[in-house]
């Protein structure tokens, strides 16, 4: 059987518009992840982050970020008076942003934080964004949990 060139034709532009209705068909199913919802306010933000990172550096400890026996832990730098510390800490998930989650900041009285890490697993980036006594801190940590 012998098709003609308009036969052809046809065919062929009905098989290109069949495939690229199921491109669009498949990327719609698509779950797409932004790493921040809100990233523009944040993005002008972004110089105040700086200054408080320099404002970090000055300090004579880093925040140390670790976990152990199922207990996040964020030691704050000695010398200050911990009672004064408020702030918020955020857990970053890069692959998963269900997985994030902010806690507020509550020091106890030997400049350490606890949180009881109950079926987390990945890699987090801690980002701790803390005050005492008017000055304004921020410190980026990676933890692995396993």
Same mark, same amino acid.
């Given at each position: ?18 495939? #690229? #209705? ?10 797409? +992840?932004?790493?921040?919802?809100? =990233? =523009? *306010?944040?993005? /002008?933000?972004? /110089?105040?982050? #700086?200054?408080?990172?320099? /404002? ?10 670790? $976990? ?5 832990? #964020?030691?704050? *730098?000695?010398?200050?008076? $911990? ?8 857990? $970053? ?11 507020? !900041?509550? &020091? ?6 606890? $949180?009881?890490?109950?079926?987390? /697993? ?14 304004? =801190?921020?410190?980026?940590? &990676? !933890? +692995?949990?396993?």
């Amino acid at each position: 059987m012998k098709i003609n060139w308009g036969t052809k034709l046809a065919i062929a532009m009905a098989a290109f518009m069949i495939m #690229i #209705i199921t491109f669009v068909v498949l990327m719609m199913r698509e779950d797409v +992840n932004l790493v921040e919802p809100d =990233y =523009y *306010p944040k993005g /002008q933000k972004f /110089q105040e982050i #700086i200054d408080m990172k320099q /404002q970090s550096a000055t300090l004579s400890d880093s925040l140390i970020v670790s $976990y152990n026996e199922g207990f996040i832990s #964020i030691r704050f *730098p000695s010398g200050l008076d $911990y009672s004064k510390i408020s702030g918020s800490v955020h857990f $970053y998930h890069r692959v998963e942003s269900k997985m994030d989650f902010i806690l507020d !900041l509550k &020091v106890g009285t030997d400049g350490v934080l606890r $949180y009881k890490a109950d079926n987390l /697993q990945g890699r987090f980036i801690v980002k701790t964004e803390w005050k005492n006594e008017g000055a304004n =801190y921020f410190n980026e940590n &990676v !933890l +692995n949990l396993q």
